[in-house]
Structure formats: structure tokens, C-alpha cells
């Protein structure tokens, strides 16, 4: 036991190197825009962002026609006619932007795009027609230091005309989101090792401390594979979460030879997905 302690002890001191943004079991990092909108004039229909594109940008397009036709919005509406200090509706002239309500950039390409070309934004809320009732000032939604990062969402309040878009940018708040995500981390991996453990109890698979560690080591490697992975987060899981279910049956399959291997793979099965569906759960409460 004591070996597999010390083990796990090593491979974690070499995963907290990393800086890590996710963990398995939790949600996506925020690769959206939410805009949240305080005291909205009485006539606000939706809510659009106002970026500096142009014509000849490559993200550009004339007119959405898909969100004209959910908003009810034409192609001759106030909103979309809008070009003013170079900006422009990010709904109707952002290729593909889908209309989500008050989410924007809802994919990583988008709002990696948003985040490194458009990051000067402001806030436009507009009538069932197109008409503009009101536009924000302009907020950096990318830190001028490069040392923080955003949070993912806008803040406006319409009455008093202001709006803000939070972001760690100081030594304090960095260590405080690294420590907050470490300690996430730690429990999500402990949540996980521990209902796989009590899942291998009918299965008779002993002692304890073993299937424990193992599940240790492949939610560490997880973790690692999660944090240097340039895929989208849903593809990254999925493939992260595949080779976990490979590993862990050979790794059973050669420690525990006098166990069926039929019953191996289905506790293999059974344990991973129950921790998993759990951790996602708890994740999006």
C-alpha cells in the first residue's frame, strides 16, 4: 500500500506543474460571452454585442438571414444597417454566430476569434424590430497585461450607462482561481476514485487500497491529457475518458487473473461511467 502511496504522491506533484483550466469531470472553461443586462429599458426585445468587423474582415457577413428570421429582424432593421466608429452588429455580420439569447461565441473557434480580433465590444439592446433602444460603452474583454484572463461575462446596467467585464488581472486573484481550481481538481479526482472503489466491492475486487490507487493514476493522467489538449472540450473528454476505460481493463485484466475477464470489463464499464455522469452532474449544479 505504502508504494502506491508514494506513487500517486509523485505523478500529483508532477500534474500540479501544470496549469491546469479543467478537469475531467467539470464543466467547460467559459468560451462564451453571457451578457447580463440590469435595469433593461421597458421595449427590450434581445440583446446583441457591437464589435469593431468590417467587410473586409473574414468572419464578416452582409446578413445572417437564420437570425433575422428567429428575431424577426430584416435585413433594413436598425441593427444590422448599424456602422458607427467601425461597429457592427456581431449577431448578423459574425459568421455563424448563432442567436443564443444573451450567450455569444458559443463555440471555442468563435470566441477564441472574439476574444483576439473583436475583444473591444459593446452592448446593444434592441426592440422585436431591430430597433436600437440603447448601446453600451466599449469594454476590453482581453486584459491589456496579458496576465489575467477573462471570466465570460458582460455586465451592463442600462440606467446608469455602465458596463463591466471582470477579469483576474492581479497576483491575489490569479492564486486565488489556481487554488479554487486545484482544490476542485483534488475532489473530483477523490469523487471519482472513491465511487469506483465501492463500485469493485460486489464485484470482489480486492483490497481496496489497489483499485483506489489505480483509479488515482488514470484520473491523473486524465487530468493531464485534459490540460494540454488543443481539442474542443467535448472531443478532449471523449477521448480522454476512452483510453481511461482501455487502460483500466488491461491494467485489471493482468492484476486480477482469476476474475472472469466478462466481469471485469463490465465493473470497468460500470465504475467509469457512474463516476462520470456523477462528476458532470455535480459539475452543472
Given at each position: ?23 475531467a469531470?467539470?464543466?467547460?472553461p467559459?468560451?462564451?460571452v ?6 433593461k429599458?421597458?421595449?427590450t426585445?434581445?440583446?446583441?454585442l ?6 473586409n474582415?473574414?468572419?464578416y ?10 428575431l ?12 458607427q466608429d ?19 461565441a ?14 473591444i ?27 489575467g484572463?477573462?471570466m ?20 491575489l486573484g ?14 473530483r479526482?477523490?469523487?471519482?476514485s472513491?465511487?469506483e ?10 483490497p481496496?487500497g ?14 493531464i491529457?485534459m ?14 475518458e476512452?483510453?481511461v ?12 487473473r ?9 465493473f470497468?464499464v460500470?465504475?467509469?461511467?457512474v463516476?462520470l455522469?456523477i462528476?458532470l452532474?455535480?459539475a452543472?449544479?
Amino acid at each position: 500500500m505504502k508504494r502506491y502511496i508514494v506513487f500517486i504522491a509523485t505523478i500529483f506533484s508532477f500534474v500540479c506543474a501544470f496549469p491546469f483550466q479543467v478537469s475531467a469531470n467539470g464543466p467547460p472553461p467559459p468560451h462564451a460571452v453571457d451578457c447580463e443586462i440590469i435595469n433593461k429599458p421597458e421595449h427590450t426585445a434581445h440583446i446583441d454585442l457591437l464589435i469593431q468587423i468590417n467587410e473586409n474582415d473574414e468572419e464578416y457577413v452582409v446578413f445572417s438571414a437564420n437570425d433575422g428570421n428567429i428575431l424577426g429582424v430584416s435585413e433594413q432593421s436598425a441593427i444590422v444597417m448599424y456602422n458607427q466608429d467601425g461597429f457592427a452588429s456581431f449577431t448578423f455580420h459574425f459568421a455563424d454566430a448563432s442567436y443564443k439569447g444573451f450567450r455569444f461565441a458559443g463555440s471555442d473557434d468563435q470566441y477564441e476569434i472574439l476574444r483576439e480580433k473583436y475583444h473591444i465590444i459593446k452592448v446593444a439592446l434592441i426592440d422585436k424590430d431591430g430597433n436600437i433602444l440603447q448601446i453600451s460603452d466599449s469594454v476590453d474583454i482581453n486584459p491589456p497585461d496579458r496576465t489575467g484572463f477573462f471570466m465570460g461575462r458582460i455586465t451592463y446596467d442600462a440606467a446608469a450607462n455602465t458596463i463591466d467585464a471582470p477579469y483576474y488581472d492581479s497576483p491575489l486573484g490569479n492564486l486565488l482561481m489556481a487554488l479554487s481550481l486545484f482544490f476542485s481538481l483534488v475532489f473530483r479526482m477523490l469523487l471519482s476514485s472513491t465511487i469506483e472503489t465501492t463500485i469493485a466491492i460486489p464485484f470482489n475486487l480486492r483490497p481496496a487500497g489497489k483499485i483506489f490507487a489505480i483509479n488515482m493514476v488514470t484520473q491523473i493522467f486524465l487530468n493531464i491529457f485534459m490540460a494540454v489538449c488543443s481539442l474542443p472540450y467535448i472531443w478532449g473528454l471523449i477521448i480522454g475518458e476512452a483510453a481511461v476505460y482501455v487502460s483500466e481493463f488491461y491494467i485489471f485484466k493482468r492484476l486480477y487473473r482469476h476474475i472472469p475477464v466478462r466481469r471485469l470489463a463490465i465493473f470497468v464499464v460500470t465504475a467509469n461511467t457512474v463516476s462520470l455522469i456523477i462528476g458532470l452532474c455535480i459539475a452543472h449544479v
